[in-house]
T-cell receptor, first 111, second 114 residues
Framework: QKEVEQDPGPLSVPEGAIVSLNCTYSNSAFQYFMWYRQYSRKGPELLMY????GNKEDGRFTAQVDKSSKYISLFIRDSQPSDSATYLC???????????FGKGTRLHILP | DSGVTQTPKHLITATGQRVTLRCSPR?????VYWYQQSLDQGLQFLIQ???????AKGNILERFSAQQFPDLHSELNLSSLELGDSALYFCASSAGTGGQETQYFGPGTRLLVL
């Protein structure tokens, strides 16, 4: 079983819809959870991070962590065509320098 | 623009050859990370340097090596290249070390081995 599992998509939704992106993980030592966004032909960029279980909101984006289920989600409200990108979940454990990335989900927002 | 630069942007070479990829971190960042991204494997961590010293190692092949120089730029050397080494290679940098540091990624080097 891979440490981090993420559905690669592609996921196509109409503009204005709510998008839900998800990852599961197996390593209970993971304590720091991130979402990176990668536009085509660009490097990933950090979108959000959270340390704890629960929700964290930033504008149209909400990151949710459920440590008991080893499940994290990213919700995008009022999705825009500019949100079309690959979204990678990532996580790390305390004291570990490495970040483990999911394979990424390709998202298309249809105008 | 993340402030991380990578050269070259594209590289086409033949099997068995050796190439060097170069990365300049953001000003002030001491850590440099190298990643390989392919469609089937996703983004795979290769190696990290912090202030000139190797800090962490991931799934880096023995044919690959890296170093970080006193001016903090880094080079990734890939030798005895195989078709399967074709991928995007990203460099990232962060101010310090630790999995909680924000990593800033460069634009990547696209390597094609023929």
């Amino acid at each position: 079983q891979k440490e981090v599992e993420q559905d690669p998509g592609p996921l196509s939704v109409p503009e204005g819809a709510i998008v839900s992106l998800n990852c599961t993980y197996s390593n209970s030592a993971f304590q720091y959870f991130m979402w990176y966004r990668q536009y085509s032909r660009k490097g990933p960029e950090l979108l959000m991070y959270t340390y704890s279980s629960g929700n964290k909101e930033d504008g149209r984006f909400t990151a949710q962590v459920d440590k008991s289920s080893k499940y994290i989600s990213l919700f995008i409200r009022d999705s825009q065509p500019s949100d079309s990108a690959t979204y990678l979940c990532a996580m790390s454990a305390w004291g570990d320098d490495k970040i483990i990335f999911g394979k990424g989900t390709r998202l298309h927002i249809l105008p | 623009d993340s402030g991380v630069t990578q050269t070259p942007k594209h590289l086409i070479t033949a099997t068995g050859q050796r190439v060097t990829l170069r990365c300049s971190p953001r000003s002030g960042d001491l850590s440099v990370y190298w990643y390989q991204q392919s469609l089937d494997q996703g983004l795979q961590f290769l190696i990290q340097y912090y202030n000139g010293e190797e800090r962490a190692k991931g799934n880096i092949l023995e044919r690959f090596s890296a170093q970080q120089f006193p001016d903090l730029h880094s080079e990734l050397n890939l030798s005895s290249l195989e078709l399967g080494d074709s991928a995007l290679y990203f460099c990232a940098s962060s101010a310090g070390t630790g999995g909680q540091e924000t990593q800033y990624f460069g634009p990547g080097t696209r390597l094609l081995v023929l």
